[in-house]
């Protein structure tokens, strides 16, 4: 490259840079000669000071400064300062063409050729805002810490990032006791009881305060001379702007006194409050004693309407007298009160098991088109009874849920019947079943009282019922829709209630997703909670020749039934009528099986097996089985923990017992005789 192409570079390169000096808006650029005249002027410049560069360029750069800085000789120290050493930096006040005045930050640099001065670049910052806000940030911190200092009232002060203090306020002195110079830098659990600091408390706080952003607390605090105070307590933790944390607010509030108050308060008003105590027990146990009463009123009556049936074809089959019809017909009666009262205690149960949260429910992979179909079915001689119109529109889908089909058809009955029972004569109950995305949806709508919009939202609680004489007219006692609440979100699903208002129906939603797994065989039979079981073929039971079984049961017709059952098994039965006379015997002999009774005098099944497997080591590898009418899951959970190792539930299914046996023993299904 020759010399006349580098001069042009260097020239357009040079003419590039003064454009762009000429166009920065934001900052004053100028250049002065050695003596501190000005020699260049840019857009920035102008803007700042407001003069144009025919208004300065020749004048001197100290037309820019105020008087005071004038007298002081600030213009001249800073060429000196800048020509000494290169540049120099500084901030101050600079006055504009129209005397206002600008907060500046200054860069003066000074330029050589050769080694030799031959001016200066200046370049000039408004800063005049941002010095405003710091200023007013700093009349705001002055304000606030004259504030804090004044406040007698709170104890306020800082703690470092280690929870020792920084700063004390008179409150703080005037609470605790301590001066500043005696408790600045030491740490602040000297405040808290020798107790309470030798458990770690105060770093708790300080590490909750660090997690959480703050952290309260009401407790004892000690004062510089020993005694001890009331306190309501707040830690702030404090970061910067990255995050890091720098120390805690601390602020606390002497409320002894108002805690002494409060302790005569309730001296005052401890006649009386024991007035009203007693009074409300009273009350209580009367209220207590009628819902027990009208309680067993109830249970009475549904237990002893099947017993009745039950004692009733007894005697008739023990006059000896009944034709083979009858014998058939009491059997077939007694057998269905006897599963009807087995219903009637899994219920009782089943609430008890809502009310604790300890329901269990046994999942299927199952069809909800079936379900609400076989309920609609079951629901549609009631509502034809009362004049109702039901119809169901149930769609072409036949979607899969995992759920357990017998707790569903309690949900979904429980509304069908709730729809027919607060629909009056000529009117309509309609069941809507759809898929929504992912969804089953099953709404039941009536055109029956409605609900008012105050009670909606209590609608699923528990004993909740609308205090209305429409209310009182249809009575129940509110477990209904509770616990239809609680199955169908123990499903994942939810339900909620709707209504336009009273006389305007109302309509139940009730939501369930829809399994991952759709198996192609989805015929599901349709049973109604309260139908009668289907009878199906029987099935041969596993023989148990050669099979010695000791049964314990301090019930003499226990003893008996499980003998008949078993001995027609092919089984030899030894029976005893306490846990003393079996262990006795089990000295010497050792039966293939046991089958114990928990419940008994004297002795406990739960005692008997663990005494039994604590004598010799091969009674511990005898089968044993729990029978008895305790039957919740903790029951199960007992027995087995005791020793046993299966536990089945008074009354019993006879081919549930044999099969429980026989897996006990290793019999299996080949190992029953043909049927005849």
Known sequence: MDETSETEQLRQSEERFRLLVQSVRDYAIFMLDPKGYVLTWNIGVERSYGYSAREIIGEHFSRFYTPEALADGLPERELQGAAAKGSLEDEGWRVRKDGSRFWANVVLTALH???????????????????????????????????????????????????????????????????????????????????????????????????????????????????????????????????????????????????????????????????????????????????????????????????????????????????????????????????????????????????????????????????????????????????????????????????????????????????????????????????????????????????????????????????????????GLGLGLAICKQLVELHGGAIRAASQGEGKGSTFYVELPVSIVQPDDQGIERVHPTAEPHRTEIVSLPRMDGVDIFVVDDEPDARELLRTVLEEQGARVTSFGSAQEALAVLKTTRPTVLICDVGMPHMDGYQFIRALRAEEPRNQRIPALALTAFARAEDRKRSLVAGYQAHLAKPFDVGELVLVIADLVGRSSHDAAPPA
Request: aromatic share 6%; net charge neutral; proline share 2%.
């Open 113 to 475: 050729e050769d080694g030799e001065l031959v001016g200066f670049a200046k370049i000039t910052r408004d800063l005049t805002q941002r010095r405003a806000h710091e200023e007013e940030l700093r009349r705001s911190e002055e304000r606030f810490r004259l504030l804090v200092e004044g406040v007698r009232e709170y104890a306020i002060f800082m703690l470092d990032a280690n929870g020792r203090i920084a700063t004390w306020n008179d409150g703080a002195q005037r609470i605790k006791g301590y001066t500043a110079e005696e408790i600045i830098g030491k740490h602040f659990s000297v405040f808290y009881p020798e107790d309470v600091r030798e458990s770690g408390w105060p770093d708790h706080e300080l590490h909750v305060a660090a997690e959480r952003g703050s952290f309260q607390d009401t407790g004892w605090r000690v004062r510089k001379d020993g005694t001890t105070f009331w306190a309501n307590v707040t830690i702030t933790a404090l970061r910067d702007d990255t995050g890091r944390l720098m120390g805690f607010a601390k602020l606390t509030r002497d409320l002894t006194e108002s805690k002494r108050v409060e302790a005569i308060e309730r001296a005052n008003q401890h006649r009386e409050e024991m007035l009203d105590a007693e009074r409300s027990a009273r009350m209580t146990a009367q209220r207590s004693t009628r819902v027990k009463d009208e309680f067993l009123a109830t249970l009475s009556h549904e237990l002893r309407t099947p017993l009745s049936a039950i004692r009733g074809w007894t005697q008739v089959l023990l006059k000896g007298h009944s034709t083979p019809e009858q014998q058939r017909r009491a059997i077939e009666v007694i057998d269905r009160n006897a599963r009807a009262q087995v219903q009637l205690i899994d219920d009782l149960l089943d609430l008890s098991r809502i009310i604790t949260g300890k329901i269990r429910l046994d999942l299927h992979q199952v069809s909800l088109l079936n379900i609400v179909e076989a309920a609609v079915d079951s629901a549609r001689p009631a509502a034809e009874t009362k004049g109702i119109k039901l119809k169901a529109i149930l769609g072409s889908g036949n979607d899969i849920v995992n759920a357990d089909g017998s707790r569903l058809q309690q949900v979904i009955w429980n509304l069908l019947t709730n729809a027919i029972k607060f629909t009056p004569k000529g009117g309509q109950v309609q069941v809507l079943l759809q898929r929504v995305n992912s969804h089953l949806e099953l709404s039941v709508s009536d055109t029956g009282i409605g609900i008012p919009a105050s009670f909606l939202p209590h609608v699923f609680e528990r004993f909740s019922q609308r205090d209305s004489s429409t209310t009182r007219k249809f009575g």
